[in-house]
């Protein structure tokens, strides 16, 4: 990890990067135009950057002490606890369009109050999020019911597993609501944070209509990873 300093690390190569963000784009938007993507994946008008995006934004909103940082481990995410912001190479060093927006979403977490941007990053943080117990949880009621019937006779095993049963499926239930809370929170989260982007691109003329005009639709299909109907146990991209 290392700080922003605009400069392409001898690592970084550009049509791996262009082929990264090309399947992004398919992932999230598979019915997108040709004309469209290319746009995307394209430079902006502006000819900057992801960390140049993110430390100019960072600036005109006088955000002190956050530090723009690259990796390779394909992770985009803000960490309120160091005040970084954290791009992957595929986006810190791309002049396109989807770096842009990408960029700019992250500073727009910066943007959050304290309370909130600390709870919606342990809310991501956490692995159970990203699970649907209505689909998984649910295979081990059979395992966990025949070791109650081993343990018991086979008198009291009939009066006990339909309770434990009942229990242990209100338990589902209620984790699964809990579940789909934490990931509606994070949902709400992204769509405040990716609109606070969009307002700062357009503000300070980073990206042009169009531009931005697609970077809304990436940013908006990437929140609806986070919905629980659409994508049961889909891990974010980026965001």
Not at 216 to 221: A, G, P, Q
């Amino acid at each position: 990890m290392s700080e922003s300093n605009f400069s392409v690390s001898g690592k970084y190569n550009i049509e791996d990067s262009r082929r990264y963000l090309d399947k992004m784009v398919d992932r999230l938007m598979p019915q997108l135009l040709k004309s469209q993507k290319r746009i995307l994946l394209e430079d902006s008008q502006s000819q900057m950057t992801g960390a140049e995006v993110a430390q100019t934004l960072l600036k005109k909103c006088k955000l002190k002490n956050v530090l723009v940082c690259f990796n390779q481990n394909k992770q985009n995410s803000y960490l309120p606890g160091l005040n970084w912001i954290n791009l992957s190479e595929d986006i810190y060093y791309s002049r396109s369009v989807i770096a842009s927006a990408i960029a700019a979403h992250e500073v727009g977490h910066v943007y959050q109050p304290e309370p909130l941007k600390k709870l919606s990053y342990l809310l991501r943080q956490s692995p159970i999020i990203y699970y649907s117990p209505a689909r998984e949880f649910p295979m081990l009621i059979p395992l966990f019911l025949k070791g109650v019937s081993q343990l018991f006779s086979i008198q009291i095993a009939v009066l006990v597993v339909p309770i434990i049963g009942a229990l242990v499926a209100c338990l589902i239930m209620l984790l699964g609501v809990l579940i789909w809370m934490g990931r509606l929170w994070i949902f709400l989260d992204e769509i405040w944070t990716s609109l606070w982007a969009l307002n700062l691109l357009e503000k300070h003329k980073i990206l042009t209509r169009q531009e931005r005009k697609l970077a809304r639709k990436v940013l908006w299909n990437a929140a609806l990873t986070y919905l629980p109907l659409l994508h049961p146990a889909y891990r974010h991209p980026f965001l």
